[in-house]
């Protein structure tokens, strides 16, 4: 039982970290301060900004890369924070296999650890090759992917999963949200990583025009190669604005699997967790919506820019819930002992 409780309390802390770095994360790309530290994990060179030497200063500015202390206090607190996160699901994965997987899965501690893991890698490499887009694109997605894992397992732990006939079809369609929604928040990156978001400044058009002039041929390249500074951008305005457009569209076509899904939810599900989970989504979906609008209006400020990436968050955090509930059913409130103690909760 007692194990139970650390589980349980690890996991909520992991899941707020999590949400805390991705926001932090977002603030650093969307604030110019993704390169402040040109080096990983330290920051030329030390462990802290406040111990960069006059050395590695002179030598910074002799590369035409000024030290700035307060970005690069924006990007080590990133780091620090995300250092901390993967301590504490080093912790989960360690107390996983001290029971033998009977409170959490083996395979899914393991299977978060090594997504925690690429993540750290990409963190890397979007430093050293220079906020390439497909990187930076990547970093967001596995960082979206360990929020996602933190949120499964902390509602897991809670109860035995069953089987309920009765919500076959919400399970199928928040399914089917949640991958749509995937692909929505790494259009998103994309869109961010290409700072293509200035390219349709009004809105429901884009530069006064339902459909502007585009460059899809140059808009989606993956890969451009590593030796350029992909920092403010390197497409022309045309493949900004279709990337731009492409967002807008992905954005209408999660609005509608997200609302479906939710609405047979309310209608079908016999749950009241499920239900809940149902209004969580209507509910963040109509603020992301809103934070979107008002971003364009009053011209991209950084605070809204980093809302809308934290409104991303709580939509997915809310379709997780909503596919975890309509998936499993609660144990009896009598039989939860016996399963913290003795049962394996299998979160996959």
């Known amino acids: 039982m007692r194990l139970a409780r650390w589980i349980r309390r690890l996991a909520a802390a992991a899941l707020l970290l999590c949400l805390v770095v991705v926001v932090l994360g977002a603030y650093v790309r969307l604030n110019a301060a993704g390169l402040s530290c040109p080096d990983w994990p330290g920051c030329y060179g030390a462990a802290s900004p406040a111990l960069i030497s006059t050395a590695a200063s002179a030598q910074a500015q002799s590369a035409h890369m000024p030290v700035e202390v307060g970005k690069a206090w924006r990007e080590m607190i990133h780091r620090y924070a995300a250092g901390t996160l993967g301590l504490i699901i080093a912790a989960l994965a360690a107390l996983a296999l001290a029971t033998r997987g009977r409170l959490v899965s083996l395979r899914f501690a393991f299977t978060l ?36 894992l933190l949120a499964w397992l902390a509602l897991s732990v809670r109860g035995s999963a069953a089987p309920h006939d009765a919500a076959r079809l919400p399970r199928r369609l928040a399914l089917a949200a949640l991958i749509v929604l995937a692909m929505q928040i790494a259009l998103g990156g994309w869109t961010s990583s290409n700072y293509a978001a200035l390219a349709c400044p009004d809105l429901p058009t884009c530069q006064g025009h339902w459909w502007p002039p585009m460059d899809f041929a140059h808009a989606f390249v993956l890969w451009r190669g590593v030796d350029l500074n992909y920092e403010g951008g390197v497409l022309g305005g045309p493949a900004r604005a279709a990337i731009q457009l492409t967002h807008r569209l992905g954005a209408c076509a999660a609005t509608f699997m997200l609302l479906l899904a939710a609405g047979i939810t309310l209608r079908r599900a016999p749950m009241r967790r ?8 209507v509910g963040f979906l109509i603020l992301q919506l809103l934070i979107a609008i008002s971003m364009v209006e009053t011209g991209f400020p950084l605070a809204l820019a980093t809302a809308h990436n934290a409104g991303a968050a709580l939509l997915l955090l809310a ?3 909503l596919y975890n509930a309509a998936s499993a059913r609660p144990a009896p409130e009598a039989a939860l002992t016996s399963i913290n103690e003795s049962s394996r909760v299998d979160p996959v």
Do not use: D, E, N, S
């Open 113 to 148: 650890l090594g997504v925690l893991l690429v993540q750290a890698a990409l963190g890397m490499f979007t430093v050293t090759l220079r906020l390439t887009p497909l990187i930076v694109t990547a970093h967001l997605v596995f960082g979206m992917t360990t929020l996602a």
């Open 274 to 281: 499920a239900r809940l989970a149902a209004w969580a989504v």
């Open 319 to 321: 379709t997780v819930a």
